[in-house]
T-cell receptor, first 115, second 109 residues
Framework: DAGVIQSPRHEVTEMGQEVTLRCKPI?????LFWYRQTMMRGLELLIY????????DSGMPEDRFSAKMPNASFSTLKIQPSEPRDSAVYFC?????????????FGPGTRLTVT | DAKTTQPNSMESNEEEPVHLPCNHS???????IHWYRQLPSQGPEYVIH???SNVNNRMASLAIAEDRKSSTLILHRATLRDAAVYYC??????????FGTGTSLTVIP
């Protein structure tokens, strides 16, 4: 199994540009999560999908952020327009089932730098 | 959000056992206790989880206090590859995990 795949691994962009991060969950998993990690705030849950439907987006910082999951094997996190404070590592994770013991499998992350 | 309290950092000598504590005094009866770790420049990875009874797997053991207000992750023989940030998480309803600040473990050769 290839695990959770994220692309790109690194992204450098200028303030005001649109950024799109991509995630392919583990095949067969039905839950997908987007997290953001910074030194100041640690790991924060941004949004959570179950069966391709957004369940909880309360962690999305503002309207500049949007996430979609058009099918079970692909999700995107878009920032438009990007700002320097969006610089962080963004992780995607997936899990199987909704039981409270279900473990999450994390991707390697996308390191975003906004200049 | 469910709250957990962990020491910011700990040190251990290589090949010695490590006990990583976590306090979760607001835990409710159906909250699972999960532990994840994050190695440098990687995403978090699952370590172990439990509800009430102590749990063992190939990576670690989880000791849960009788009142469930605290737990301890035990690495039986620390190796240099165990140097990481260890997160103790309470998992409430649904699939969401809320990570705290974790404990940064340094393993001394």
């Amino acid at each position: 199994d290839a695990g959770v795949i994220q692309s790109p691994r690194h992204e450098v962009t200028e303030m005001g540009q649109e950024v799109t991060l991509r995630c392919k969950p583990i095949s067969g998993h039905n839950s997908l999560f987007w997290y953001r990690q910074t030194m100041m705030r640690g790991l924060e849950l941004l949004i959570y999908f179950n069966n391709n439907v957004p369940i909880d987006d309360s962690g999305m910082p503002e309207d500049r952020f949007s996430a979609k999951m058009p099918n079970a094997s692909f999700s995107t996190l878009k920032i438009q327009p990007s700002e320097p404070r969006d610089s962080a590592v963004y992780f995607c994770a997936s899990s199987l089932g909704g039981g409270w013991g279900a473990r999450q499998y994390f991707g390697p992350g996308t390191r975003l730098t906004v200049t | 959000d469910a709250k957990t309290t962990q020491p910011n950092s700990m040190e251990s000598n290589e090949e010695e056992p490590v006990h990583l504590p976590c306090n979760h005094s607001t835990i409710s009866g159906t909250d699972y206790i999960h532990w994840y770790r994050q190695l440098p420049s990687q995403g978090p990875e699952y370590v172990i989880h439990g509800l009430t009874s102590n749990v063992n797997n190939r990576m670690a053991s989880l000791a849960i206090a009788e009142d469930r207000k605290s737990s301890t992750l035990i690495l039986h023989r620390a190796t240099l590859r165990d140097a990481a940030v260890y997160y103790c998480i309470l998992r409430k309803t649904g699939n969401q995990f809320y990570f705290g600040t974790g404990t940064s473990l340094t393993v001394i050769p």
